[in-house]
Nanobody, 127 residues
Framework: QVQLVESGGGLVQSGGSLRLSCAASGRTFSRYVMGWFRQAPGKERESVAAISRSGGSTYYSDSVKVRFTISRDSAKNTVYLQMNSLKPEDTAVYYC????????????????????WGQGTQVTVSS
């Protein structure tokens, strides 16, 4: 089992940047596909980005492609989401998620495919 703790959220002006971190407990971080999701008030949770356990394959939703970058540091058991050129529509609670996989290159984009979730961190982008 793994525990996930997100950090790095906050209030930022439109056009600004934030970097979210998700620290994972345990010694098997390298076995997990990691994903970032977000949920805005009154909206369904949506997939934002995902990264394979090797870090070699990544996924981005169309709404964040080019602006966001997902990465992972196995030495620190941490996955990051660098968010640039933020827009008010990026305002949401951001969650990281993890799932064990035996593939080095695969990732998951649907929330129901993930087994573990963090508590979320609020990102608010003002116009």
């Amino acid at each position: 089992q793994v525990q996930l703790v997100e950090s790095g959220g906050g209030l930022v002006q439109s056009g600004g940047s934030l970097r979210l971190s998700c620290a994972a407990s345990g010694r098997t971080f390298s076995r997990y596909v990691m994903g970032w999701f977000r949920q805005a008030p009154g909206k369904e949770r949506e997939s934002v980005a995902a990264i394979s356990r090797s870090g070699g394959s990544t996924y981005y939703s169309d709404s964040v492609k080019v602006r966001f970058t997902i990465s992972r540091d196995s030495a620190k058991n941490t996955v990051y989401l660098q968010m640039n050129s933020l827009k008010p529509e990026d305002t949401a609670v951001y969650y990281c998620a993890a799932k064990v996989t035996f593939s080095d290159s695969y990732y998951y984009t649907r929330g129901n495919e993930y087994d573990y979730w963090g508590q979320g961190t609020q990102v608010t982008v003002s116009s």
